[in-house]
Nanobody, 116 residues
Framework: VQLQASGGGLVQAGGSLRLSCAVP????????VGWYRQAPGKQRELVAS???????TYADSVKGRFTISRVNAKDTVDLQMYLLTPEDTGVYYC???????????WGQGTLVTVSS
């Protein structure tokens, strides 16, 4: 099973995008989920995560600009991104925090490109 990320695209600096991660129902109810990104030439990093209870964490680089949320009606975990900069460019993946820790079950991700 792999989580499916969607919503990426090309946006100008200062713009916004909303990414969505479809999480199968049983997995959604019992697992923390994270959004990760891999910029060109760099290692994949955690951008934001959210627990089943709604507690969130963010990378310092995105605090105040990105918001992660659980959409219970759709079994998705969304990432709202504002004030995008070229440094936000990369492939964005979502995964269970548990699976990510074991570097397992990564999906294809969704590409975000921010032009200057």
């Amino acid at each position: 099973v792999q989580l499916q990320a969607s919503g990426g695209g090309l946006v100008q600096a200062g713009g916004s995008l909303r990414l969505s991660c479809a999480v199968p129902g049983r997995l959604f109810s019992f697992n923390a989920v994270g959004w990760y990104r891999q910029a060109p030439g760099k290692q994949r990093e955690l951008v934001a995560s959210i627990t089943t209870g709604g507690a969130t964490t963010y990378a310092d680089s995105v605090k105040g600009r990105f918001t992660i949320s659980r959409v219970n009606a759709k079994d998705t975990v969304d990432l709202q991104m504002y004030l995008l900069t070229p440094e936000d460019t990369g492939v964005y993946y979502c995964n269970l925090v548990l699976w990510a820790a074991g570097n397992r079950f990564w999906g294809q991700g969704t590409l975000v490109t921010v032009s200057s």
